[in-house]
Structure formats: structure tokens, C-alpha cells
């Protein structure tokens, strides 16, 4: 650069006026002005154009990459919280459930124990009562054991204290039922003997009573035929009277 310069400062530099502007009747426009100026200039426009949205196009064509990438990463980022959160979820249940199984589990050994014990307890009682009871049936041979030799004892003692046995006194011979004949026969005469004030106190019960002190006998055997010999007495002796 320094050498640059110092060339620059050794030459001689002539300024030279510029170019007016050319009067108005001398401008003219060439027949060629569209081909080779306009078009020219426009095409370079275009070209510039072109070149602008190519340019814009291929930012917001990056620009829209980029969103996509992010929008995917973040997309991503969801499915793999959300299969994190899943699989949280299904480890969180599977540790609930081992909880449950050891829970139940427990509460089933507990249950067994208790009824173990209850059995157990039952067990225990039920000998308990059958040992009770072999000790009462014990107890209870054991005293009827004791009261049969007492018994046989006392039945031995009553044996040799006891004299002799006096002569058995014949049983009086009960005395036979009169037969019905004999019965009407009687009734009849007991009814035909009362006056009129007896028969006003005179029932059937009252014969039969007289005949049985009569006859020192019970005759409820016979005490059909002495009612109807009654009612035929009363009747003769109403007829009579």
C-alpha cells in the first residue's frame, strides 16, 4: 500500500472538465433504444429480481427446514416424554401391584395363622372338655361302684340280722260277683220296701251303695244291671202305688 501510494503521488494527475450537458434538440433516441438499452436493463432487473427471490425463497425455504427440525425435535421430545410418562406410569403400576400381591399375600399368611390358632384353640378345648368328661365318668363309676358295695353291704348285714321269717297268713278268698238275676232280685226288694218318702230321695246310686254294704262287695262291675234293675223297680212300684 505504501509503495501504491507513492507511485500515485509521483505521477501527474490532470483534471480535465466534464461534459455538459448536450442541448435539447441533440437528444435522440436511437431506433435501437429497446434493444439495446430497455431490454438490456430490464433483463438485468429481472435477473435481479430473480436472483432476490431465489434468495428469499431459499431463506424462507431454510427458514421452513428449520421450523420443521424444530417442530420434529419438539414432536419428539413430546413422544419420548410421553412414552417416558408411560412408561413411569406402567412401572408405578407394576410396583402398586407387587404391593398389592404382597399385601394380599401377607393378609393371607395372617388369615392361615389365625385360623391355625383357631384350630388350634379348639383343639385344645375340645381335649380339654373330653378329658373333663373322661374324669367325670370316672368319677361317676367310682361312686356307683362305691354305692353298689355299700349296698351289697348293708344287704349282707340286713341278711344275718334278719330272723326267720314267720308263716305266710292264707290271703282271704274275695267273695264272687252275684249274677245279674240275683242282683235284680235284691234291687227290687230294696226298691219295694221304701215308702213314698224314701223313693222321693231314692236314685240309682244310692241303691247300688246300699247293695254293695249289703253285700260287703264292689259291683261297678255290675253297675249297668243295677241300673236298669232299678228303673224297672221304680216303674213296678209306681204301679203298685
Known amino acids: ?133 373322661k374324669q367325670q365318668e370316672a368319677e361317676l363309676r367310682r361312686k356307683q361302684q362305691q354305692a353298689a358295695k355299700e349296698e351289697e353291704a348293708a344287704k349282707a348285714k340286713k341278711v344275718v340280722e334278719k330272723p326267720a321269717a314267720a308263716p305266710k297268713k292264707p290271703e282271704p278268698k274275695l267273695p264272687a260277683l252275684p249274677s245279674d238275676a240275683e242282683l235284680t232280685k235284691l234291687v227290687k226288694e230294696l226298691v219295694g220296701e221304701k215308702t213314698e218318702d224314701d223313693m222321693a230321695t231314692t236314685t240309682k246310686k244310692s241303691v247300688k251303695a246300699e247293695i254293695e254294704k249289703k253285700l260287703g262287695i264292689n259291683l261297678d262291675e255290675k253297675k249297668t244291671t243295677i241300673y236298669e234293675a232299678v228303673a224297672e223297680a221304680v216303674e213296678e212300684w209306681a204301679d203298685n202305688n
Not at 472538465?17 to 431490454?39: A, S
Not at 400381591?101 to 372338655?129: D, L, S, T, Y
Open 1 to 133: 500500500m505504501t509503495e501504491w501510494g507513492q507511485g500515485i503521488q509521483n505521477k501527474q494527475i490532470s483534471l480535465e472538465p466534464l461534459p455538459g450537458p448536450p442541448p435539447l434538440g441533440e437528444i435522440t433516441i436511437k431506433p435501437n433504444f429497446f434493444k439495446e438499452v430497455l431490454i438490456p436493463h430490464l433483463t438485468y432487473f429481472v435477473t435481479i429480481l430473480s436472483q432476490l427471490g431465489g434468495a428469499v425463497l431459499l431463506f424462507y425455504l431454510a427458514k421452513f427446514g428449520m421450523d420443521w427440525e424444530k417442530r420434529k425435535d419438539k414432536e419428539d421430545k413430546k413422544k419420548k416424554q410421553a412414552e417416558a410418562r408411560k412408561l413411569s406410569i406402567m412401572e408405578e403400576k407394576k410396583e402398586t401391584e407387587k404391593e398389592d400381591i404382597k399385601r394380599q399375600a401377607r393378609e393371607e399368611q395372617q388369615r392361615k395363622m389365625e385360623a391355625e390358632k383357631q384350630a388350634k384353640r379348639q383343639k385344645e378345648e375340645q381335649e380339654r372338655e373330653a378329658k373333663k368328661q
